[in-house]
């Protein structure tokens, strides 16, 4: 039987705003789940970290650093894939049961940003690749043209929405030929070098640690925290939200992490152009490597920024946002290399890896996945409730933040003086901590410390429950 794409009449489609996802509308399985974090998870980013795991570590060390860390990494976004499936809704409404609802407009706030940002880094990457292959092929690069190109099908992408995306496109051709275009990058790498010889050598040593490593993998998949519930919502249920999301997300993880360890270290270059079109024999395929790879990239920032923004502005129009939002990381990509910035990009682990803490402290264990959807809409929160606004949440929060911070500042040299001055000159602590506790990694420790102290202060015995604030949905 062939297969066909039929898409959707727009006109007559609901725009899925912040209200939950009716349950005849949830109608992805654990293979659209899989096409769809497969295809995000197969990036060329997640190359670029295999490349900082060696030589530091040796080749089995690496490769160890990269199945734990995609484990851990993919064991949460499975985990907030689950609440997103069993309520229905996406992710920065969640954020109203344990924040408040003005309290998620700083989750809100946060997560648009780095929506946008990372959007732009994903048009930036596409137009860079592109314009070094037409230049190349045509003799001129014309970088602004595949800027508007990429980011005007990105945009319509997220116009047409994830559930038709992800069935009609994702799941029927997307993910085959992403794997098959994967499959061969790893044949021609291993026949155009084998197993470089670098890698047989005894580590190194120096940074990364091997669980300083395991943290910039576990960064790989957290990265879309923010996001996941926005997709997962339209799952049909629990168990293939959660088995999809972890099964296509850590395929890509450790494929494209170990691909990223083998091959580039092997021509000298952490140029990603230089070695898809000079270091292996792909010719014009690399322009194909990029459409699938990173398209889909900006559509899932671009989509789930205006969800972010709809938390906020519940009536403004999702298609309108989409569109905003689009032309808006278009114009970025045009005037900014964010590649310049992606260090700093990265430093968005240690906000919602811990902000994740408590959402899970908050849905699994005190409210133990019974959360009426019916809180979300009205001023919901726990303990110390202030104006729409938990004020505990948010201060563990900042705790989750700092304590990551401590351990692993990254790599951003005023952001790594700033925590300096507060950890060591101010506070008289070592720092960073993960140089003094070298198998200390940053982000379970933040996740673990967020969960667990708000569970403890914002825990309530069965059958005594807290003063309500006015207004407040106990």
């Given at each position: 039987m062939?297969?066909?794409?039929r ?11 912040i ?33 900082l ?22 064991m949460?976004?499975?985990a ?14 969640l ?6 609802i003005?309290g998620s ?5 946060a ?7 990372w959007?732009t ?13 037409s ?7 014309a ?9 005007a ?16 496109w ?10 098959l275009?994967a ?11 084998g ?5 047989q ?14 943290d ?7 990265a879309w925290l ?16 959660f ?14 992490c ?14 990603l ?8 024999p ?27 923004v709809?938390?906020?502005a ?25 590649l ?19 959402l899970?402290?908050?849905y ?6 019974r ?15 202030q ?22 500042p ?8 700033a ?17 003094e ?11 673990l ?23 407040e949905?106990?």
């Amino acid at each position: 039987m062939a297969l066909a794409i039929r898409w959707p009449n727009l006109t007559a489609a609901p725009e899925w705003g912040i209200e939950p996802v009716p349950p005849e509308s949830r109608t992805l399985g654990a293979l659209d789940n899989a096409a769809l974090w497969g295809n995000l998870g197969f990036s060329l980013l997640l190359m670029v970290t295999g490349t900082l795991l060696v030589p530091a570590l040796g080749l089995g060390q690496a490769f160890l650093a990269i199945l734990i860390g995609a484990v851990i990494g993919n064991m949460l976004l499975a985990a907030a894939a689950v609440i997103g499936a069993e309520t229905g809704v996406p992710t920065m409404v969640l954020y109203r049961a344990p924040l408040g609802i003005r309290g998620s407009y700083l989750a809100s706030l946060a997560t648009l940003v780095r929506n946008v940002a990372w959007g732009t880094l994903a048009l930036v990457l596409i137009a860079e690749v592109a314009a070094t292959l037409s230049e190349r092929g045509l003799g001129w690069g014309a970088r602004p043209i595949w800027v508007l190109i990429f980011g005007a099908l990105g945009t319509g992408m997220a116009v047409i929405g994830p559930h038709t995306i992800v069935r009609q496109w994702f799941r029927k051709f997307a993910l085959w030929f992403v794997v098959l275009v994967a499959a061969v990058i790893a044949l021609s790498g291993f026949m155009e070098f084998g197993i470089p010889a670098m890698l047989q050598r005894a580590p190194a040593g120096g940074w990364p640690s091997f669980w300083q490593a395991v943290d910039l993998v576990v960064a790989l998949p957290v990265a879309w925290l923010p996001l996941v519930a926005d997709y997962s919502r339209f799952s049909r249920s629990a168990r293939s939200a959660f088995w999809g999301t972890f099964t296509g997300s850590f395929v890509a993880t450790v494929w494209f992490c170990a691909l990223g360890v083998l091959y580039l270290p092997a021509v000298n270059s952490q140029d990603l152009v230089g070695w898809l079109i000079g270091g292996m024999p792909l010719g014009l395929m690399a322009l194909i490597i990029v459409l699938m790879l990173e398209s889909d990239g900006a559509f899932a920032n671009v989509y789930s920024a205006s969800v972010s923004v709809q938390n906020v502005a519940p009536q403004a129009s999702q298609r309108g946002l989409v569109v905003a939002v689009g032309v808006a990381s278009i114009a970025l990509a045009l005037a900014v290399n964010l590649l310049q910035y992606e260090n700093v990009l990265l430093l968005t682990g240690s906000l919602f890896v811990p902000l994740f803490g408590i959402l899970a402290a908050d849905y699994f264990l005190l409210r133990g996945r019974r959360l009426e959807t019916a809180a979300l809409y009205q001023n919901g929160g726990r303990f110390w409730y202030q104006d729409g606004v938990n004020v505990t949440a948010l201060v563990v929060w900042g705790v989750g933040f700092l304590l990551y911070n401590w351990i692993s500042p990254g790599t951003v040299d005023w952001w790594v003086n700033a925590m300096d001055w507060l950890f060591h000159g101010l506070l008289r602590l070592p720092f960073p901590l993960g140089e003094e506790v070298t198998w200390l990694g940053a982000s379970i420790p933040a996740f673990l410390a967020t969960f667990l102290l708000y569970a403890l202060v914002a825990w309530r015995p069965t059958g005594q429950p807290q003063a309500k604030a006015e207004g407040e949905v106990v």
